[in-house]
């Protein structure tokens, strides 16, 4: 699977912005997609991940309310809607897509990550 994360860009304190994750091969729908994003000199974070069937949705906990997933696996895509967005928001965000073999938090758990899209919330 070959996945390709758009959407990033330049937005003021309190926008919006919308990720979208395009997936290849009719495998992407039967995948665990989640969102991780990092900062230089940190660890990849854990954002939201989606069942494959879109019905469980996992958010951390600095995103919670603020963010929301979805998908359509007969577009092979997943969205991360991000509003109400925060200067500590600003990181490069990652999409990625596995079986799920370990918990959906962790990096670990993923098979396939593509490029990542730069976010960057600034006045």
């Known amino acids: 699977v070959q996945l390709q994360a758009s959407g990033g860009g330049l937005v003021r304190p309190g926008g919006s912005l919308r990720l979208t994750c395009a997936g290849n091969g009719s495998a992407f729908g039967t995948y665990t997609v989640a969102w991780f994003r990092q900062v230089p000199g940190k660890e990849r974070e854990f954002v939201s991940a989606v069942s494959w069937s879109g019905g469980m949705s996992k958010y951390a906990d600095s995103v919670k309310g603020r963010f929301a997933i979805s998908r359509d696996n007969g577009e092979n895509t997943v969205w991360l809607q991000m509003n109400s967005l925060k200067p500590d928001d600003t990181a490069i965000y990652y999409c990625?897509?596995?079986?799920?073999?370990?918990?959906?938090?962790?990096?670990?758990?993923?098979?396939?990550w593509g490029p990542g899209t730069q976010v960057t919330v600034s006045s």
């Open positions: 990625t897509a596995g079986s799920n073999t370990g918990p959906y938090y962790t990096a670990t758990a993923y098979d396939y």
